[in-house]
């Protein structure tokens, strides 16, 4: 069985940071990719950043320059550093992970304060 557990999200001020992060355990030993979603009140649920072996990382246009996404292959953990925050970025946070399937993390709350 494998679970992803998210942690780091919370409350910040517009132009604060904040570092989300994802670690997968069970019983897999590599993801093919991994990546966050993001998912605001009344809106779909959305990319924001993705990352796979041997690829670049992709990101939303609405979060271009401003988030990072890194990756830890060893202990298939995945990292979102989000800085210069704004209020539209306010949203649950979901981490994904991708091997024969599709997996998804019980999200975390990110709140960005105007």
């Known amino acids: 069985q494998v679970q992803l557990v998210e942690s780091g999200g919370g409350l910040v001020q517009a132009g604060g940071s904040l570092r989300l992060s994802c670690a997968g355990s069970?019983?897999?030993?590599?993801?093919?990719?991994m990546g966050w979603y993001r998912q605001a009140p009344g809106k779909q649920r959305e990319l924001v950043a993705h990352?796979?072996?041997?690829?670049?990382?992709k990101y939303a246009d609405s979060v271009k320059g401003r988030f990072t996404i890194s990756r830890v292959n060893a202990n298939n953990t995945v990292y979102l550093q989000m800085n210069s925050l704004k209020p539209e970025d306010t949203a649950v946070y979901y981490c994904?992970?991708?091997?024969?399937?599709?997996?998804w993390g019980q999200g975390t709350q990110v709140t960005v304060s105007s």
């Open positions: 990352t796979a072996i041997g690829g670049r990382p």
């Open positions: 069970g019983t897999i030993t590599a993801f093919n990719a």
């Open positions: 994904n992970a991708e091997a024969k399937r599709a997996y």
